[in-house]
Structures are given as C-alpha cells and as structure tokens.
C-alpha cells in the first residue's frame, strides 16, 4: 500500500512511517521542514506547506496513485476561559486542523476513490465529549475536523475506502516520558500504540 503521511515529522509521524515501513507499506512522508523530514523512515519525502491549496495540489501530481491518507497535522492553543480564545488563536488552529485537512482530502480524493482498501485518518480529541471554555477555540476546530472527514467517507461511500477518527487524551513519546521521568502519563496514548492502530487499518 502506499500511505502518504501529512505532518510526518512529528513524534506520531515517525512512529507511524516506522510501523508502516516494516509492515512492508510505501509511505510517503510529507512535511513543511525538510532537515525535520530526515529523521522520518519513509521511502520518499515531499517539502510542501500544506496551507497552500495550490502546493498540495501540485504534490498529489507528484504522488499518484494512493492507497492511504494519515492528517498528522494538529497543534494546540488555549486557556484564559472564553475571553482567553483569540482570534490570532482561531486562525492558527483552523488553518492547521482543518485547512490542511481539507487541502489534502480534496487534492488526493481522486486517487484515495480509485483505491478498493484507502483510508483517511485523523486524531481528534476526547475533549469533545466534554467541552470547556478554555479550549473552545481547539475543540471547535477539532469538531469541523471529524464533521468534514466523515462528509469525505461520504464522498467515498461507493468505492471501498473508509474513514478513520481516533481520538485521544494526549499522546507521548518515549522522548516525553524520558524528559519527564516524575510526571503520570497513564492518560496518554503512547504514539507506538497509535501508530500500531493505523498499520491495522490495511488487513
């Protein structure tokens, strides 16, 4: 399978290109720093800003045919209450969470459709199940999120491919827990386990 990774150099993206990899998948990592894609165990790499329609476009030129879309690309900001959600915060959140899913999802549509087994998947939050006012700047982009990926399921609906949301407290990383040796992680998903359920995904 060939699986294009967005946000690939991130702690999550790199365990996710590692378990790929040795499950014999093509991956494809994709990210905005190429001395950061480096580090990513991929077969290929792309340098593209994944805010610009026109460059994800011009990747899904580049790439073809595709049989898997992981959105790695998240970030957070909040806190201060209701009157702490900013508008500078609003932008950063949309334009990563949800500007850059859609951007992928519409430019790499026509090739996830013509595979029988492709897959979409994002991480979400459990936050959503109990929102708060000091993230509801994250949490309500995090909702346009899963609304829009399931409205690509839709679109998808004839063809095979599925849609995939996991959501999580936080996620860590051997490097966390190493940097952090008192703090409790018990609530976290560790990324080696994350990246584990997206291998799952290809039978």
């Not at 991956?27 to 001395?35: E, W």
């Not at 109990?130 to 399931?150: D, F, M, S």
């Not at 063809?159 to 936080?170: K, Y």
């Not at 409790?184 to 560790?190: A, E, G, L, P, V």
């Amino acid at each position: 399978m060939r699986v294009l990774i967005a946000g690939a150099s991130s702690a999550l993206g790199i365990a996710s290109a590692a378990a790929l990899e040795s499950a014999g998948h093509d991956v494809i990592a994709v990210g905005s720093d190429a001395g950061r894609l480096d580090a990513v165990p991929a077969r290929s790499r792309e340098v593209c800003d994944l805010t610009d329609a026109t460059q994800v476009q011009a990747l899904a030129t580049r790439v073809g045919p595709l049989d898997g879309l992981l959105h790695l690309v998240g970030g957070w900001r909040g806190g201060g209450g209701l009157a702490g959600q900013s508008d500078d915060d609003w932008r950063w959140l949309e334009t990563r969470i949800i500007g850059t899913l859609r951007n992928t999802t519409r430019a790499f549509l026509p090739a996830l459709a013509a595979s029988p087994v492709a897959r979409i998947a994002i991480v979400s939050t459990t936050g959503l199940a109990k929102p708060t006012a000091g993230n509801a700047n994250y949490l309500a982009a995090k909702a346009g999120a899963e609304a829009w990926l399931e409205a690509v399921g839709q679109a998808l609906r004839d063809t095979g491919g599925t849609v995939h949301i996991e959501r999580v407290m936080a996620l860590v990383s051997a490097v966390d827990r190493e940097a952090n040796p008192d703090r409790d992680f018990s609530r976290h998903t560790d990324v080696e386990q994350l990246a584990t359920r997206f291998v799952a995904l290809w039978p």
